[in-house]
């Protein structure tokens, strides 16, 4: 049965409670700001996904609008982000833009069901090194992405491939237009100093005027988005059912699934980070069923995959924004920006966007993590560099996929490793550890300390079997075992039966009730065999 609350947008549940006049105004500025900041982003990011600039500005019309209207989270700013450019672009190479729809279309139905199967809590606990690794293969290959543009050189198409990509590049470097160059070094010195000037202007848009107008004024011999693109909309498309059979669903389901685990990583990600900056608590549930709703509806009106921004939701925070009214503000400023100045954004310089990216990769790799991590231990450091030599050599979602099992085996084998397997034998009765009880000649109690899941059956049936004494009766007790699952009852049923087999009583004592629940369902040990203490287990 469904929560309601769980499942109630944050805007709703705030103009229930009422949102007060000064935080409006506050809400009002922080998203025009952040809707600036969100312009040159949402057109960066489609070109280096391989799609028209206009796709980026309706998915962060569209897309950021019904992610901050019916999301989980207060603050939280949703649109196009650098995480998709490598999926994004490796789709629409494969199948062209008409799969990428379909393809981010589907991805809207998994994330809801996702949300509806409250799923958002697992997505949480993905660990920090494969995160890491990911994140800064992404920031290395939209890296790579931009140096064509960057240097201005003429290398026709690219490869796909990431050192495909590195051989053209120096292959053709005696093409490299030096104007290029010196505007993508202003654009990146301008964006990182902006706001050490004054944070009322964002330093990517004042990075994109600079750009443009001293291309302009100066007729510089740049390539620009009219050069390549020609003219951009102004308009926001009417809405289109994409054609979906199941021929195509059997196609594009892969890169659907990439889209949507990469999309509801992302968001609960930036929720999460959006928390700690307001001591609030995001509802992951929720979010996820915005973040489905806002792809599907991203993929009617002809855009691109949208998730949570980290970066833009940390420029709303710190602007003031504390209710989804900021980012809503940020998606009709955007509509607002597009009606207006559509014609003029065909003048950006491609190497201006390529500065602009640039910075964006390097705030997107998490640098520091990836240090910490490496020097952490060893288990880790090999989730990490797996990860990131994945994504960046292959593909990124083996690269998750590769990463969540090999993270799963890491767990594993370390709650194998913190697994206790105490055995007492006390031939001259002396008390038993925690209770001052004496253990009769003849009993060896073997008492687990950690689940008995597959992944610590097998050693703990090594560890019994090791035993050289032969007992008249042991004792296994398991008191402080969680849970029990079907490894670990058939590992415990092949060893019962083993001592039954050479005449030695087997007593299973203080199993908790869904242990005991799972013991006796499967027939492990009669009920008569089963002691609800120690002192009972003792005197049978």
């Known amino acids: 049965m ?33 809707g600036i900041v969100a312009l040159p982003l949402a057109i960066a990011f489609a070109i280096a996904s391989g799609v028209s600039p206009e796709k980026g500005l309706v998915t962060a019309v569209v897309a950021g609008f019904l992610i901050s209207a019916l999301g989980g989270s207060k603050v939280q700013i949703g649109g196009p982000t650098g995480a998709f450019i490598v999926i994004v672009y490796g789709i629409v190479q494969q199948y062209g833009y008409n799969g990428l729809v379909i393809s981010t279309f589907l991805a809207g139905f998994i994330i809801i069901l996702l949300g509806l199967a409250r799923l958002g809590n697992l ?41 495909g990509k590195w051989e053209a590049f120096f292959q053709n470097i005696q093409t490299v237009n030096f104007y290029a160059v010196g505007v993508a070094i202003v654009t990146i010195l301008v964006t990182l100093y902006t706001k050490k000037i004054t944070t009322r202007v964002p330093g990517p848009f004042l990075a994109i005027l600079v750009g443009t107008l001293a291309v302009q004024v100066f007729q510089l011999p740049v390539e620009t988005i ?37 999309g509801a990583i992302e968001s609960l990600l930036s929720a999460a980070v959006a928390d700690g900056m307001i001591g609030g608590r995001h509802r992951s549930n929720m979010e996820l069923v915005a973040q489905g709703i806002a792809n599907i509806a991203s993929a009617l009106f002809g855009g691109i995959p949208a998730t949570g921004a980290i970066a833009r939701t940390a420029t709303n925070v710190k602007n003031g924004g504390r209710t989804p009214i900021a980012g809503i503000t940020h998606a009709v400023t955007l509509l607002l920006i597009m009606l207006v100045f559509a014609p003029y ?148 049923k092949e060893i019962i039966n083993s001592y039954e087999n050479r005449n030695i009583d087997v007593v299973i004592s203080e199993p908790g009730r869904e242990v005991l629940r799972s013991i006796l369902s ?8 089963i002691a609800v203490d120690i002192e009972t287990a003792l005197g049978k």
């Open 226 to 262: 009219a050069s390549k693109f020609g003219q951009i909309s102004g308009a926001i498309p009417a809405p289109r059912l994409p054609k979906v059979d199941f021929e195509t669903i059997q196609h594009l389901i892969e890169p659907a699934f990439a889209i949507a685990l990469l």
């Open 123 to 163: 997505l949480k606990f993905i660990p920090h090194s494969l995160i890491v690794g990911f994140t800064s293969g992404i920031a290395i290959i939209i890296f790579t992405s931009q140096i064509k543009d960057f240097l201005g050189l003429q290398t026709g198409a690219l490869p796909a491939e990431f050192l």
């Open 522 to 529: 499967n027939g492990v040990i009669p009920r008569s065999q």
């Open 345 to 492: 954004a065909k003048l950006i310089p491609l190497s201006c966007l390529a500065g602009i990216l640039i910075v964006v990769a390097y705030n997107m790799g998490e640098w520091h993590s990836f240090a910490s991590v490496l020097r952490s231990n060893r288990y880790d450091a090999l989730i990490l560099l797996t990860t990131f030599i994945l994504t960046i050599f292959f593909d990124l979602v083996i690269a998750i996929e590769i990463g969540v099992v090999l993270s799963s085996f890491v767990f594993m084998k370390r709650m194998s490793d913190i697994a206790q397997f105490n055995l007492l034998e006390d031939p001259q009765a002396q008390p038993l550890l925690d209770e001052n009880l004496a253990i009769p000649p003849g009993v060896l109690i073997h008492e687990i300390n950690s689940p008995l899941f597959f992944g610590v059956a097998q050693r703990f049936q090594e560890t019994l079997s090791e035993i050289n004494v032969k007992p008249k009766k042991i004792i296994i007790r398991m008191r402080s075992v969680p849970f029990i699952d079907a490894t670990g009852i058939y590992r415990l």
């Open 2 to 34: 469904l929560n309601i609350k769980e499942y109630t947008p944050k805007l709703f549940t705030l103009l229930k409670d009422g949102i007060g006049k000064e935080q409006v105004f506050k809400d009002i500025s922080s998203g025009v700001i952040v």
